[in-house]
Nanobody, 125 residues
Framework: QVQLVESGGGLVQAGGSLRLSCAAS????????MGWFRQAPGKEREFVSS????????YYADSVKDRFTVSRDNAKNTVYLQMNSLKPEDTAVYYC??????????????????WGQGTQVTVSS
């Protein structure tokens, strides 16, 4: 069983920054990539960013490109999402997810095997 635990959410003013963390653990965790998704009230879950464990290849949604940065620490099995220049429209519950196989469909939540419990990010105007 794989467990994903997010942390780092909170309340911040527009223009501020937050860093989310996602620690992966489990008896035989051999993930291929990690993704960040978010879901605002009344909206569908949407892709934010993803990173592969081995090469560190990164992908971003257009809405967060140049503001958010995803990174990973392989030794700690931890992925980070640095969020800068936050906007009220970034308000959502942020989830990290893990997938154990390669695919070009990195933005599709259905390809991820495991999910964290989510952490709330609220950006005030």
């Amino acid at each position: 069983q794989v467990q994903l635990v997010e942390s780092g959410g909170g309340l911040v003013q527009a223009g501020g920054s937050l860093r989310l963390s996602c620690a992966a653990s489990g008896r035989t965790f051999t993930g291929y990539a990690m993704g960040w998704f978010r879901q605002a009230p009344g909206k569908e879950r949407e892709f934010v960013s993803s990173i592969t464990w081995s090469r560190g290849s990164t992908y971003y949604a257009d809405s967060v490109k140049d503001r958010f940065t995803v990174s990973r620490d392989n030794a700690k099995n931890t992925v980070y999402l640095q969020m800068n220049s936050l906007k009220p429209e970034d308000t959502a519950v942020y989830y990290c997810a893990a997938r154990t196989w390669p695919t070009a469909q990195h933005a599709d939540p259905r390809v991820y095997n495991y999910w964290g419990q989510g952490t709330q990010v609220t950006v005030s105007s």
